[in-house]
Nanobody, 126 residues
């Protein structure tokens, strides 16, 4: 079936940076669009960024544009989220997800994604 495993979360001070990784196993996701979402306590799941299977197209939520960068290394079957200038409001559990159809386009809606990781916690606090 395939599995997505996030890593790289942790605690950081405001203004700091973290790089999240999402490693795929069990099947190849290299020809699928991927996305990052997050969920803060008591809030809905929120779209962050998406990247096409080739990496040539990306889409970002307005609140992270200019601070976060999504990228992928298909040879490693891994997607990354570089997060800079972190703010306390970025505190959440971060999830990566894969679209189910090969050669799929970027997407912002969570229902467009078929595979999800278990999440990694990011805490931004002084």
């Amino acid at each position: 079936q395939g599995q997505l495993v996030e890593s790289g979360g942790g605690s950081v001070q405001p203004g700091g940076s973290l790089r999240l990784s999402c490693a795929a196993s069990g099947r190849t996701f290299s020809n699928h669009a991927m996305g990052w979402f997050r969920q803060a306590p008591g809030k809905d799941l929120e779209f962050i960024a998406s990247i096409s299977w080739s990496g040539g197209t990306t889409s970002y939520a307005a609140f992270v544009r200019g601070r976060f960068i999504i990228s992928r290394d298909n040879a490693k079957n891994t997607v990354y989220l570089q997060m800079n200038s972190l703010k306390p409001e970025d505190t959440a559990t971060y999830y990566c997800a894969s679209r189910g159809d090969p050669l799929s386009a970027v997407a912002v809606e969570e229902h467009m994604y078929s595979y999800w990781g278990q999440g990694t916690q990011v805490t931004v606090s002084s």
